[in-house]
């Protein structure tokens, strides 16, 4: 591979970010003025100009032209969950027969795709197909290699012709702008003049799966679905525990190196990587960034673990659950509040003053994460992650915040006006009644059962899906936290004793929501906490299509609207949007296991039993015994006739399920009813593996799949 860089010669740091058109690189190639003023357009206190966009569309051209790249393409997240691009060359002709290479201010700010095809739920008929992409400038520009080509992307938004948002970009900007618009609020009340502006962080770390390309191939479903819909376990699963950060095998570290080159030429800082809890599962960590950038580079980091997997004969799965009965993936999302002068709001300071801060907006957090666990529970809403949460596996459905004995217990003693404690490391905490407690160092411990937990310095939600974009739970939470920090603005703002009010604003939020209601630091698997948690009266919703239904209450409506978020409208297009990829998920699946049941299961099985019923009957003849040969035979020919009555009840129920036209009514008929008939029909199926000789089997099994590499 022509593009694949060896950094046993070559110093990372010699080729880190060659591909990224970083601040750095706009820094050297931009005049002092035009690099300023970007600066100010990335930090929300100005519009870009054209004229501004015409110079920085030059360097990038020229820029990019220099590595070699042919074409540029806005990148853009559409509904999909993926992300889309739309190639133009540079190529301009001069009627001479040769070209030039062009690149405008306008083609970079602005793009047109026909993207009618693209999920709008209703906000755009097909005839009405025009939408737009505009550059997203707090996102860098970055190329794209394969070993045939340079692509020059633009991280964009994508809008209608109306201005409605068509993807999860605009409304995760529109999200940051509002935390950051409540967040400053209260610093100015706290009395803090410098600050302009409060961002959000976020680091993700990317849970997936590798196979051997071979065994892939042979499977349908994984093809088709990212999923195994049959697959018996094999006699080991992770029980042993001897995966999880265990020594790297010698092709997943080819592999892996490959994969952190491709990050880091992009300035993707790859930092983390480890064997995970299930056989053949892995995890990947970039160094946290601003949002969109980190909501970006996700994108990039789950198609490289792809296409870095192809090279090696490998595929690399992102599904929540690519096979039952083993370990799914998550993704998990850390994230914090800062401000541009290096602030960040969730690190205890050193004074009361600046603790008092941090203990302001851990609170806000508190509050906001249970008021909208319903929201938040509805931001990772999935199929595929609807076998991970609610189904006896991590994170539970419920939604609750660790927060760690010390701190749990400077909230408690807070909230119960208690003067003086002693932290867990024994040194005495002073509560004065107008000032807030000088804190301990590292106020977190660890927790591996939580949702949502405060480890440190930022807090980790937990519940996202490993295959989906990290957008729109940013977008949530990050709403949810401005409401909250709103009303505690309104409060601070007209109070004159402002230690007093934030003693009472804590106090009144944390017994609230905190104590005895969000706040958990036990064991989150427990069956006892999933009785607790309705005895405190937590939601506890299992399924994708219940936890949608939250999208369209006048709650969150309101609370979308207040902030300018999204609209009405944009709401209700995205709840339809989520119902439909729902139902047609499952579809596919269903689909794939009626063909896999009836046209390599069925003929395989039935091929083995008429074998063995030929072979008792050959024993029988000569007088032997043949009463383990027809016994089998029997069995499987029982266990054939109940695939086959189990994939026509599934086939019928999938018929039924197609034909409701309400979108709504329909993602439930596939929920409750294809669901439980796909589970009927793979019980055979997986009973019939364990069953029938290895050759007459027509797929490579979990042993295959899990265990080799
Ligand atoms: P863990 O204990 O979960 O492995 P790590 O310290 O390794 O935690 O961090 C995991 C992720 O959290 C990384 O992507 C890291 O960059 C990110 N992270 C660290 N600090 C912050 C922060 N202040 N805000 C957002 N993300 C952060
Ligand atoms: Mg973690």
Same mark, same amino acid.
């Given at each position: 591979m022509s593009n694949v860089i060896d950094f046993t010669k070559t110093p990372v740091a010699d080729f880190y970010g060659i591909n990224s058109f970083s601040n750095s690189v706009m820094r050297e190639r931009l005049p002092k003025n035009i690099y300023r003023e970007i600066r100010a357009v990335q930090g929300g206190e100005k519009e870009l100009s054209l004229e501004v966009a015409e110079v920085v569309a030059a360097a990038m051209r020229e820029w990019a032209i220099s590595k070699g790249a042919s074409h540029y393409t806005h990148w853009f997240h559409p509904l999909t969950g993926l992300t889309a691009e739309k190639h133009d060359s540079f190529i301009a002709p001069t009627g001479d027969g040769k070209v030039i290479m062009e690149f405008s201010g306008k083609e970079l700010v602005k793009g047109e795709p026909d993207a009618s095809s693209f999920p709008s739920g209703g906000l755009r008929a097909t005839f009405e197909a025009r939408g737009y992409t505009a550059w997203d400038v707090t996102s860098p520009a970055f190329l794209k290699q394969d070993p045939t080509g340079t692509t020059l992307c633009i991280p964009t938004a994508f809008i209608s012709y109306? =201005?409605?948002?068509?993807?999860?970009k605009v409304p995760l900007l529109k999200s940051i702008d509002a935390l950051s618009k409540q967040a400053i609020r209260v610093l100015r009340a706290l009395g803090n003049t410098k600050t302009k502006r409060v961002i959000t962080s976020v680091g993700p770390e990317q849970e997936y799966f590798l196979v051997d390309k071979e065994y892939y191939d042979q499977r349908p479903d994984l093809m088709l679905? =990212?999923?195994?819909v049959f697959g018996s376990m094999p006699a080991k699963g992770q029980e042993m525990e001897d995966h999880y950060f265990g020594a790297i095998k010698e092709r997943v570290a080819g592999f892996m190196r490959e994969l952190n080159t491709e990050l880091w030429k992009v300035g993707i800082a790859a930092k983390t990587q480890h064997n995970e809890v299930a056989p053949n599962q892995f995890e990947i960590a970039p160094i946290f960034t601003n949002t969109t950038t980190a909501v970006d580079a996700n994108q990039v980091v789950m198609e490289t673990i792809k296409n870095v997997a192809h090279r090696h004969g490998m595929e690399g799965l992102l599904h929540e659950k690519p096979f039952a009965g083993v370990n799914g993936s998550g993704k998990h999302n850390n994230w914090s509040m800062d401000t541009d002068d290096g602030m960040n709001l969730f690190n205890p300071g050193a004074d009361p003053a600046s603790n008092a801060q941090f203990l302001l907006f851990v609170a806000a957090a508190i509050e906001a994460v249970d008021r909208y666990a319903l929201l938040l529970r509805s931001s990772v809403a999935t199929s595929g992650n609807e076998h991970r949460l609610g189904a006896n596996e991590a994170p539970p459905a419920i939604v609750s915040i660790f927060l760690g004995g010390a701190l749990t217990e400077i909230f408690d003693n807070i909230t119960e006006g208690r003067s003086a404690t002693h932290s867990q490391s024994g040194e005495l905490i002073k509560l004065g009644v107008s000032s807030l407690p000088n804190l301990p160092k590292d106020v977190s411990d660890r927790n591996?059962?939580?949702?949502?937990?405060?480890t440190g310095n930022k807090f980790e939600f937990r519940m996202v899906g490993s295959a989906q974009s990290i957008a729109t739970p940013n977008t949530y939470l990050n709403v949810s936290v401005a409401q909250v920090l709103s009303e505690f603005a309104d409060k601070l703002e007209k109070a004159t004793d402002k230690n007093e009010a934030i003693q009472s604003i804590i106090k009144e939020s944390y017994s609230k929501h905190g104590?005895?209601?969000?706040v958990f630091n036990g064991n989150g698997y427990s069956d006892e906490w999933v009785r607790e948690a309705e005895r405190r009266g937590l939601p506890n919703v299992k399924n994708t299509v219940d936890s949608l239904t939250v999208l369209t209450s006048s709650e969150t409506i309101s609370l979308f609207e207040t902030h300018k978020v999204f609209t009405k409208e944009e709401m209700e297009s995205r709840y339809h949007i989520y119902l439909e990829k729902y139902s047609k998920q499952i579809n596919i699946e269903a689909g794939v296991m009626i063909n896999m049941a009836r046209r390599y299961i069925f003929p395989a099985v039935t091929a083995f039993a008429g074998d063995l019923a030929d072979n008792a009957a050959s024993l029988s003849s000569i007088g032997a015994n043949n009463a383990p040969q027809a016994k089998r035979a029997k069995h499987i020919a029982d266990l054939v006739a109940e695939l086959y009555d189990e994939t026509a009840k599934l086939d019928a129920t999938l018929t039924e399920a197609q034909s409701i036209e309400d979108a709504f009514a329909q993602a439930q008929a596939y929920s409750e009813k294809v669901r439980p008939a796909m589970d009927a029909v793979r019980a055979r199926g997986d009973a019939l593996e364990k069953l029938v000789a290895k050759d007459y089997w027509p797929f490579p099994g979990y042993e295959e799949l899990l265990f080799k590499l």
């Open positions: 109306y =201005g409605q948002a068509l993807d999860k679905t =990212g999923r195994t591996r059962t939580s949702p949502f937990a405060f104590k005895n209601k969000v």
